[in-house]
């Protein structure tokens, strides 16, 4: 492609270093989409003839048609996708398909494709965001009863519904969609036109090729188009972050399936067993979920890491930004599906979690309330009511079998009516603030949700 200026042959090692083709091949697609638009804009420009832009579509076509039934060869001596497609096609076609990159460079038609590849994969992550969700608030309204204990630094707290808990990963899910939506918008303009970076005096419609592909405008700027990869940082770190938040739920469904705790069972499709042990079961996708995080973080900083000295404009260093998106995009991809695949199938222990949410001292900040209702001030309250904590401890009873008198000694504004303090369902339901888990509250949710992300009807 370049056999004009130079007088030797890339070495065969240098070749082998510097080729992308065997992991850009994926960008076949939005490659073609891409070089079908510009042979429109090349035709509006009189550039090339409608002949000769119905022999390159028809060309691009075929050659798409090859590399999805996997009989296309790629070629590392050609280096890329662009080229082995380019080539491809001028072999076919003819002079044709040489017309084909006029006034356009390898530079903003990689841009282009790495924008239609980001465009398409946020799609397919939104809507698996949207299964795990479904999961999710599904399992939320099948245990809508189930008790359990919420948890500050790993301690028992106070009470919350298992479907409250459920609910607050959908929560985090909606953030990670909507970013993912946010992120779309600012990737969805396109650089194509940019050349290499300064343009070229072979002027193309810009606009009408944007149109053609979907994109809501054009870049204003051709040496920011061609080396700006900012749109890919910002999908990394939605993805990043999205993998924090089920590596979270991961480690809940790891502690919640062990012997000690024991709130649920997990399908026997989505555990292993033990090579020597044989009473075992894994939880392995919560702990390979868990120790995926790491990657997606780390492909983040991959990037950055890359962008941080770059000078303007284009530089190789660039060819680095693709395996590090591929490998998070899979990973976040198949991350959601499995989770939603295991969230669907897991068994919930209502009884072991009713056990532990019957430890009395989860209610002990419900007693300081019932306190401050007969007008104490809440301080206060709360040293009253880790003086009675100790008191209960050292006596091995729980509040509940302590007598009235032995509640007296540590304030006399206790009465009859604190052992009606002392009911799970009571203090559940007195949670009545918004975003507060008392039964109709979560119930209120479910239904929201159920709604929000019920499919849209197909048409």
């Known amino acids: 492609m370049w056999k004009g200026r130079f007088q030797k042959e890339t070495s065969d090692l240098v070749k082998r270093y510097g080729e992308s083709v065997s992991f850009d091949w994926r960008l076949y697609a939005q490659d073609i989409r891409g070089s079908v638009a510009q042979a429109e804009a090349l035709l509006r420009a009189k550039i090339i003839t409608a002949a000769e832009c119905r022999q390159i579509k028809a060309g691009l076509r075929g050659i ?173 770190f939605v993805i990043a972050l999205c993998g924090v938040h089920l590596s979270r739920l991961a480690e809940d469904l790891i502690l919640w399936a062990t012997a000690e705790f024991a709130f649920i069972t997990l399908d026997d499709a989505h555990t292993t067993g033990s090579s020597l042990m044989p009473q075992k079961k894994n939880p392995d996708v919560a702990e390979l979920t868990r120790g995926k995080c790491g990657r997606l973080v780390g492909n983040l900083m991959s990037l950055l890491t890359t962008l941080k000295g770059l000078p303007m404009t284009y530089n190789r260093d660039l060819q680095e930004d693709k395996e590090r998106l591929f490998d998070s995009i899979d990973t976040i991809k198949m991350a959601l599906a499995v989770n939603a695949e295991m969230i669907a199938g897991m068994q919930v222990n209502g009884t072991a979690c009713r056990a532990a949410a019957s430890d009395p001292f989860l209610l002990a900040t419900d007693l300081a309330d019932y306190l401050v209702k007969k007008g104490l001030p809440f301080r206060h309250a709360h040293e009253v009511i880790g003086r009675l904590t100790a008191f209960s401890l050292a006596e091995k009873r729980g509040f509940p079998a302590l007598s009235l008198d032995e509640f007296r000694q540590f304030s006399e504004l206790f009465a009859d009516d604190v052992f009606a303090v002392l009911d799970l369902e009571t203090a559940l339901a007195a949670r009545q603030a918004t975003g507060a888990p008392s039964p109709s509250g979560v119930a209120g949710e479910i239904k929201r949700w159920q709604k929000a992300l019920r499919p849209p009807p197909r048409r």
């Open 64 to 236: 798409e048609k090859e590399i999805r039934d996997g009989q296309f060869t790629w070629k590392f001596s050609l280096e890329d996708v662009h080229m082995n497609i380019e080539s491809a096609l001028t072999e076919r076609i003819g002079a044709a398909g040489a017309k084909l990159h006029t006034a356009r460079s390898r530079n903003d038609q990689v841009a282009t494709d790495a924008r239609l590849y980001c465009r398409d994969e946020a799609a397919l992550m939104l809507s698996l965001i949207r299964g795990l969700q479904r999961a999710m608030v599904g399992s939320a309204a099948a245990h809508a009863g189930v008790i359990l204990p919420g948890y500050t630094h790993l301690q028992r707290g106070q009470p919350v519904l298992l479907a409250h808990h459920l609910l607050a990963y959908v929560e985090m899910l909606e953030r990670d969609a909507g970013r993912l939506e946010d992120a779309v918008k600012r990737l969805n303009v396109l650089p194509l036109g940019s050349g290499a970076l300064a343009g070229s005096t072979i002027v193309l419609d810009r606009e009408f090729v944007a149109a053609q592909l979907g994109f809501d405008g054009v870049t204003r700027n051709s040496m920011d188009a061609v080396s700006d990869r900012d749109f890919m940082a910002e999908l990394l």
